[in-house]
């Protein structure tokens, strides 16, 4: 009989069940779409309803899968969009307002607030993170402000909140087990890495109570059954951890200094740094890579909010194109990105920038300017941002040689060489591209014993395909500069 894990892959824009066998190969995939909500600049929400039938939708497609390939399903992982942010009622578990999702800018203002009250070096110090609108944190916050069946449930002790990872436990273990992951809580603006506890401190400073909060329990870990109402069996769930968290895990990044960038709705880099916290000069945030067995594994995370988003918004919004792979073909129609330069800062910037206020600048037309040249600089900003990050890495004094890459855009050939081209390094991509899908399958098939070891998951990575820098000094240079001064622009507010 075959054996398999499921990883549940809730995302930004889809949710996705993947069933995987022992090796790590993915056999079938389920996913839907939902709907993403604008309601005023800036401001980015998600039906949280929606977001949990689409989750069990995709997931039943995929147990009934493994019961046409006659296999049996050892357990669960669960990956997610990390800082989205849902509170609900204890006894309903009805939402009491929309998902806030990680790119929503509302507490901007909020945030500028605690930095005038120089609340910076706490937060930062305790947290690994600076004092912006993407975290959990002010997210929380807004919606106890603004929500008054948030405020009547608090007296009542009634309301809790999650991220994504710890809403779906709540929903599949039957509104029985309130619980996230060491990972996912290190988003949250509110959790203490060096000591692993939520901090009173900022509690306090936010006026957020921790009897809403979630226990925090090892990546790797047990975290309930679902309810057989709900997925026909009862089966284990024994991973859980935040999407680029579990991309790092995909890619077999356990040793200190390695390195991976997935690039999905947004891009993020993840760097192991060990056992060691180290605080970054410049603007990189100080994350917890996974726990297990009680232990920490450290990583320097730079974020850009902008990758994929930026094609779906070629797609979907200025109807450029017809589907994401439409890209590659319209790209290498062009000899050069003529002078045009893409900031997509459609919901601010992130690293190393983090200004909130800023938006997004095309800037370069001329009358020859067309689709395909706007469509190119969109693919192209991804890398420059990525040049940003690893710029950021260096004045740390950090210089990765190589960087492993994944998610949707690297599928695309042109971009994976132009991006090993733009930051002058080495560029991995791995056999498997559902990296994220796949750290949360290692983690639930750990914890059950499938793999003895992280170095035993490390045999299941493979090379797909190697891209190394081609491109002159002095091009890439012309180019970063015509990056840089896009950049300026797009910074005025």
Known sequence: MQKFIISIDQGTTSSRAILFDL????????????????????WVEHNPEEIWSTTKKVLKDVINKS??????????????????????????????????VWQDRRAVDYCNKLIKQKKETIIYNKTGLLIDAYFSATKIKWIIDNVPKAKELIKQKRLLFGTIDCFLLWRLTGGTNH???????????????????????????LKIPEHI?????????DFGHTDPKITGASYSITGMIGDQQSATVGQCCFEPGSLKSTYGTGAFLLLNTGNKIIYSKNKLLTTIGYRLNGKTTYALEGSIFIAGAGVQWLRDKINFIKKASDTEKLIKKLNSNSGIYLVPAFT??????????????????TRDTGVNEIV?????SVAYQTYDLFEAMKNDGLRPKLVRVDGGMVKNNWF?????????????????????????????GLKIGVYKSLKDISKNWALDKKFSPKMKNSKRKTLITGWEKAIKRSLIT
């Open 23 to 42: 090796r790590g190969k993915p056999k079938f995939v389920s996913q839907m779409e939902f709907t993403q909500y604008f309601p005023k600049d800036g």
């Open 67 to 100: 019961k046409k390939l006659k296999g049996k399903i050892l357990t669960i992982g669960i990956t997610n969009q990390r800082e989205t942010t849902i509170l609900w009622d204890k006894h309903t578990g009805k939402p009491v307002y929309n998902a806030i």
């Open 179 to 205: 619980f996230t992951d060491a990972s996912n809580a290190s988003r949250t603006m509110l959790f203490n890495i060096t000591n692993n506890k939520w901090d009173k401190q900022i509690l306090d400073m």
């Open 213 to 221: 909060l979630p226990e925090v329990k090892d990546c790797s870990d």
């Open 348 to 365: 601010g910037l992130g690293t190393p920038y983090w200004n909130a206020k800023s938006r997004g600048v095309l800037s370069g037309l």
């Open 376 to 380: 190119r600089a969109t693919v192209e």
């Open 416 to 444: 994976s060489q132009f991006l090993s081209d733009v930051v002058n390094v080495k560029v991995l991509r791995p056999k498997v591209d559902e990296t994220t899908a796949l750290g949360a399958a290692f983690m639930a």
